[in-house]
């Protein structure tokens, strides 16, 4: 079992930066690859970006260059620096974990945390 909580979600304005956290607890974190979603009012949710065991990483088109994937595994933790925001990044955003391999598809996630707003203003 593993329990996942987001944290450092805000407002901001656009062309500013936040970094999400979402820790993890729970037994072989380092085993597990972790990603990030988002879902916008009225929208379905989309996957953001993920990492894996290794530290290999994927991102959607619409984040690249602007958001980086990174996990500490002595903290049990994994983060989503964001730059450069655009008003269209406005969402809850979750981080999920699944073991081992990397993915980008909701289903493939056991583990979901609760959501952290971001608001990014025009």
């Known amino acids: 079992q593993v329990q996942l909580v987001e944290s450092g979600g805000g407002l901001v304005q656009a062309g500013g930066s936040l970094r999400l956290s979402c820790a993890a607890s729970?037994?072989?974190?380092?085993?597990?690859?972790m990603g990030w979603f988002r879902q916008a009012p009225g929208k379905e949710r989309e996957f953001v970006a993920a990492i894996n065991w290794r530290g290999s990483k994927t991102y959607a088109d619409s984040v690249k260059g602007r958001f980086t994937v990174s996990r500490d595994n002595t903290k049990n933790t994994v983060y989503l620096q964001m730059n450069s925001l655009k008003p269209d990044d406005t969402a809850v955003y979750y981080c999920a974990a699944r073991y081992l391999h990397l993915g980008a598809e909701e289903e493939e996630y056991d583990y979901w945390g609760q959501g952290t707003q971001v608001t990014v203003s025009s």
């Open positions: 729970g037994r072989a974190f380092s085993n597990y690859a």
